[in-house]
């Protein structure tokens, strides 16, 4: 199997225009408009094989459908540390929040302990969409029974002006209002965050249904 050739048969001219709307950061020419679906089953198909280790290892890909296949099929290494190697050699080359978001390896979810020691390095990279993953995988796995309150501090101190990077730390701290809402609270009253991401937190969290009544409103006199 021609991985570059069966992308090939699922061009979508249609979906290829309004996914470049999308992701206007990506050059036009270079998404084909394959639609997620088909794309989970040529992962399915893939996955395992000889023709996925050597799609891998080819970096970097010229589509932005190969780069969403390659977060697929990374999702799917089994073993923590090839994952994370796997992830390592493929994160400085993530260039749009879709396929950023897309990366979600199997293996962290058992292993958060070592996943945490990861994510500081990860926030202070100088590439956004390494910023934008080390702030969702806090986000993912580390506002529930994993959260330290030291953690806010870690994305709070995230700073760039990269939008997609920033949208990120506002829905991480949303997120964090509705899970942690005594621990995250303060980060807001101190004003700790940048003032276009401070009111976008507050406004996500607004429309949040995990957000209650009570807190939407005084979260609303905290707006800058």
């Given at each position: 199997m021609d991985v570059r050739d069966?992308?090939?048969?699922?061009?979508?001219?249609?979906?290829?225009?309004?996914?470049?709307?999308?992701?206007?950061?990506?050059?036009?020419?270079?998404?084909?408009?394959?639609?997620?679906?088909?794309?989970?089953?040529?992962t399915k198909a893939l996955r395992g094989t000889e023709e996925a280790a050597r799609f891998l290892d080819e970096l970097p890909h010229e589509l932005f459908e190969e780069n969403l296949l390659h977060a697929l099929l990374l999702n799917e290494v089994r073993d923590y540390e090839a994952s994370l190697a796997a992830l390592e050699r493929f994160l400085p080359f993530v260039d749009s929040w879709s396929v950023c978001d897309t990366l979600r390896p199997k293996p962290f979810a058992r292993h958060k302990t070592e996943l945490l020691k990861e994510i500081p390095r990860w926030l202070a990279d100088e590439k956004p969409y390494v910023r934008r993953f080390g702030?969702?995988?806090?986000?993912?796995?580390?506002?529930?029974?994993?959260?330290?309150?030291?953690?806010?501090?870690?994305?709070?101190?995230?700073?760039?002006?990269?939008?997609y990077v920033k949208m990120m730390q506002a829905w991480y701290f949303a997120t964090a209002l509705a899970k942690q809402y005594e621990a995250a609270l303060p980060v807001l009253e101190e004003r700790r965050l940048e003032p276009w991401t401070h009111n976008k937190t507050i406004q996500k969290a607004i429309e949040s249904f995990r957000v209650t009544d009570e807190h939407k409103a005084y979260l609303k006199t905290l707006r800058v």
């Open positions: 069966e992308l090939l048969k699922l061009r979508d001219e249609k979906n290829a225009a309004f996914l470049a709307r999308l992701v206007p950061n990506i050059a036009p020419e270079s998404i084909l408009g394959a639609r997620f679906p088909d794309l989970r089953k040529l702030l969702e995988m806090l986000m993912t796995y580390f506002l529930n029974e994993a959260f330290s309150p030291e953690q806010l501090d870690w994305a709070a101190q995230t700073r760039g002006e990269d939008y």
